[in-house]
Nanobody, 130 residues
Framework: QVQLVESGGGLVQAGGSLRLSCAAS????????MGWFRQAPGKEREFVAT?????????????TYADSVKGRFTISRDSANNTVYLQMNSLKPEDTAVYCC??????????????????WGQGTQVTVSS
């Protein structure tokens, strides 16, 4: 089992920045990918970003972003601390949602879909005011 705990959410004005963190613990050996999803009230959960373990490194692993956040959000990982980050810049009111971290230690599904992950955090609220 893998446990994921998010932090860093909050209230920010449009144009501002936030950095989310997701700390992984438990059976983190062999982790294949970690990602972020978000869910706004009344909407389905949607993919935000993912990072793949590649070539023995997380920082060099491939990343994928939703079109809506490209150029504004950056996903990264600190291997030593088993933590993945989501740096969010130029935030917009439509970015308001509960952001959840996800992880998987086997290759299943696809990286930009919920079916590509086995483990989920509880989520952290991000609210962007206009």
């Amino acid at each position: 089992q893998v446990q994921l705990v998010e932090s860093g959410g909050g209230l920010v004005q449009a144009g501002g920045s936030l950095r989310l963190s997701c700390a992984a613990s438990g059976r983190t050996f062999g982790m294949q990918r970690m990602g972020w999803f978000r869910q706004a009230p009344g909407k389905e959960r949607e993919f935000v970003a993912t990072i793949r373990w590649s070539g023995g490194r997380w920082s060099g692993g491939s990343t994928t972003y939703a079109d809506s956040v490209k150029g504004r959000f950056t996903i990264s990982r600190d291997s030593a601390n088993n933590t993945v980050y989501l740096q969010m810049n130029s935030l917009k009111p439509e970015d308001t949602a509960v952001y959840c971290c996800a992880a998987v230690n086997r290759l299943i599904g696809v990286a930009d879909n919920s079916n590509g992950y086995d483990y989920w955090g509880q989520g952290t609220q991000v609210t962007v005011s206009s």
